[in-house]
């Protein structure tokens, strides 16, 4: 993640026929054909779009009127509870904070609060709390995104500032949190993770680290990462065993960013991972040739990807100009009562920046009847 303009927009984006620097030379790694790329991303275009933000850049939410700006939307469910969680960031002005809403559709967010507050002052998180990165019961593209307890808690690995006083200020880091509830976190380590300190920081990433994304696979968990040395981004890898102590992947960046003139040739950022039948998907947002869109790479074994060269959704889709732009940072969601897929963003228009919606198929007539039938 970046300040505004380049660090709005960050995308990812390499040619089908490219193999990544990382995806050569180790069990199955040889790039994804053309052919089966364009197949496995087929079920994940043609949009519909939402006319406005669902979170507007100034929620209004009470205590916290300074907000003008919301980001990094992540959606997810709690045991036996129905109802549908979003945890976003709220610039005032200082940097951010995570707050959490609900909803029973999808569409309309209510109930607005705090879910994870700045760190004390001097800390590494004292300038910005940025949750979304959920230990899920299930990573199934289909699954309800349903938190799972592990020792008795909800945990979250988390972008994180060590100062105030503006958007996104290096070094970034990335921290661990926990929840009785899954609605009002807290540190679960007092110490980063990931940091620009340690001895195995990549050169890749030796200026920030930001969000990351976390994955449970066969009793190990992954954390895919995005990281700038300048004005480049690429996504890296690290594991763990127990959440609490990471080790950064030797073949890092497994994303890197794109050539030159490709849509994700400055940033290849914010990957969000899920199963799909029998391969991995990494939706994240590439920067280069156009803006910010959101983009897809695929993989059948977590750490050899290889990346479609054309956006998923392009920043400019929506009609009214919500997301003329950027469009990124994306939380996926399937509805089963619908079947559709819930796709949010972080739309930057002609409103601001703030949380949009598009879905698989056509919403009109809910949001019509949610309207009273106008």
Known sequence: MKPLMMTMARVLTISTALISASARGVEGSAAIDAATIKRWSEPYRGWHYHPDHVIPAKPRIRGFEDIHMTDVPTVFQLPDDKTWYMTFIGFDGRGYQSFVAQSNDLIHWTDMRLAMGYGPEGSFDY???????????????????????????????????????????????????????????????????????????GIWEKDCIYQPWLVEHRGRFYNFYNAANGHIEQMGMALSDD?????????????????????????????????DKDHWVAFFFGVGKGGAHVMAAFSRDLHHWTVDSEPLYKAGGNPSGLDKQYAHKI?????????????????????GRGIGLITSKSLAPRERNADGGK
């Open 243 to 275: 959440l609490l102590a990471w080790r950064r992947h030797d073949g890092n960046p497994v994303i890197p960013h794109g050539p030159k003139d490709s849509y994700n040739e400055k940033f290849s950022s914010d990957g969000k991972v899920f199963h």
């Open 127 to 201: 300038g910005g709390v940025v949750l979304g990165a959920f230990l899920y019961e299930d990573y199934d593209i289909k699954a309800p995104r349903i938190l799972k307890r592990r020792k008795g808690k909800y945990f979250s690995l988390y972008g994180a500032y060590p100062r105030q006083g503006g958007y996104e200020l290096r070094p970034g880091y990335e921290g661990v949190a926990c929840s009785d509830d899954g609605l009002r976190w807290r540190r679960a380590k007092d110490q980063p993770i990931l940091s620009v300190h340690q001895k195995d920081c």
């Open 331 to 351: 939380s996926l969601v399937w509805n089963p009562e619908d079947g559709t897929y819930y796709m949010f963003y972080n739309a930057v228009g002609n409103k």
